[in-house]
Every structure is written in C-alpha cells, then in structure tokens.
C-alpha cells in the first residue's frame, strides 16, 4: 500500500468516517505487516514494516497496523510508563479529541476517571468547543491535548480553558506541530482555503505553524512548564525500534498548586 494511496484517503474521507473505518481493516492490517522490525510500545506487537502517513509530505514506517499510533503517540505513551503513575494512581482525566490508540485503554483503566470531549468526534463523550467548555473550573488532575490548537483560531482562549478546569497541582501533556526554526508562530486568518491552508500551514484544517514561542503562549495563561525533551531519555536504538520522531518535543505542562 503506497504512501499515494494513504494520503488520497487522508484528503477525501472526512475524518469521523476514518475512525469508523479503520475498526475494520486494522485486524487484516496487523496480519499483513507482522514481523520483527518494528515494536508499537502500546500493545507490544512488532511489525516487519509500518503503514505511511502524511496529510502533506508523506512519511514512511510511521503508522501502526493494530493502535493506530503515530511516533508521537508512541512516544506519549512511553512517558507515561517511564516517568509518571498514570497507571496505578486514582486519576480525573479530560481527554481532547481523544487518538484511537489510547481511547479504550484509558476509559478501561480502573484507576481512572476518564472523560472525553470533541465537538465532532464520535468516541467523545461530550461534544463541545474548546473555546467554551461545560465544565466545572478546577477539576482534573491529567489533561491531554494533542494536536488539537493548531486548528483553533482563538488558541489562547483554548489554553485559558485548559487551565481554567486543571486542578491545581495538575498536570497535562499538549502537543502540536511545532517548527523548530520559527521563533515566532506563523499564522495568516486571511488564508481560509483548504489548499492555501495545507501550502502554508501543512494541513488543511491547520490555521498555523507554531513556533518556539508556543511554550510562551501556555506560560501567558498560567502553565508552567515542566519538560519537553522527554525523547532524549530513549536510546537511539530505541527510537528505531519504536519508530520515534528524532527530536520530536512532548510538551508536558502543570498547574502550581494553591
């Protein structure tokens, strides 16, 4: 299957059709690419190769037959198991648009109070705007985030939320497609065609390319930040195995306690 063919899907199908769809041609996709190459930390199964993704420039070796994960999930998850007790400890968790690869593992986790929210996605168990959430201020302790505000023209007011319904002591983790060679964010709201949108922003529902001062922009609303770098604690020999983002950032955030 060809990185052509994939990128054709990623930019005809809506994406809420993707979802339903992929609940059925992941277990012949599992059966097709096993071998030994690579390993998708989330469930431990290992494949000969991985499937090609890109809305854009298409990448190779980067999508998991079984979870679906990309390498920044995969990298997500691996934080998650290193560093942190999401796993074990009793937990309020808010879930942004919540990746495949980690919804039914979350919402079965015991120790978890697990919600999710989306205005459109059909796994959301509140459908809502970012910008306005219906939710009480002060109330999880995890929130995620992930690739989410680049496609929010009023990102800040995004963030605001975000911070207004953490807990105090919480933390989150909010990914974002990020140029490191950008000190500033760019972004044009005079630039609204889908084709004008994927020549300039990469996507074509982003509304930005964020910048090194996208931490900047999560400090401005009350976060502090805790890490970023988290990918220089696995090996290079891990990263090929798990099929990792040299380099990629996972911005990982807290609100100060009371």
């Known amino acids: 299957m060809s990185g052509k063919f994939f990128k054709?899907?990623?930019?005809?199908?809506?994406?809420?059709?993707?979802i339903?769809?992929?609940y059925v041609v992941r277990p012949l996709l599992v059966i097709f690419y096993k071998g030994k190459t690579y390993i998708d930390p989330i469930d431990g199964k290992s494949y000969r190769k991985l499937l090609p993704y890109g809305y854009g420039k298409t990448r190779n070796n980067v999508l998991s037959p079984s979870t679906l994960s990309l390498e920044r999930h995969r990298l997500m998850w691996l934080y998650l198991k290193n560093e942190t007790k999401f796993f074990s400890k009793d937990l309020k968790v808010l879930h942004i648009a919540p990746e495949q690869c980690f919804y039914k593992r979350f919402k079965n986790q015991k120790n978890l109070d697990y919600t999710t929210l989306d205005l459109e996605s059909p796994i959301a168990d509140i459908k809502a705007d970012i910008c306005d959430m219906p939710l009480e201020d002060n109330t999880f302790d995890v929130i995620f985030c992930n690739h989410v505000l680049e496609h929010i023209p009023n990102d800040l007011q995004a963030m605001r939320e975000l911070y207004r319904v953490m807990k105090p002591g919480g933390w989150g983790i909010?990914?974002?497609?990020?140029?490191?060679?950008?000190a500033e964010t760019y972004e044009d709201f005079s630039i609204t065609s889908p084709e004008e949108r994927t020549k300039h922003f990469g996507q074509y529902d982003h509304v930005?390319?964020?910048g090194l001062d996208y931490f900047d922009r999560l400090k401005s609303v009350g976060f502090k930040l805790l890490d970023a770098e988290f990918i220089k604690k696995i090996t290079p020999e891990e990263q090929k195995k798990f099929a990792l983002m040299k380099d990629e950032l996972l911005p990982i955030v807290y609100k100060s306690a009371l």
């Open 174 to 182: 909010f990914q974002v497609p990020m140029k490191m060679d950008l």
């Open 8 to 18: 054709t899907i990623l930019n005809t199908i809506p994406r809420p059709w993707l």
């Open 20 to 22: 339903r769809l992929s």
């Open 208 to 210: 930005r390319w964020y």
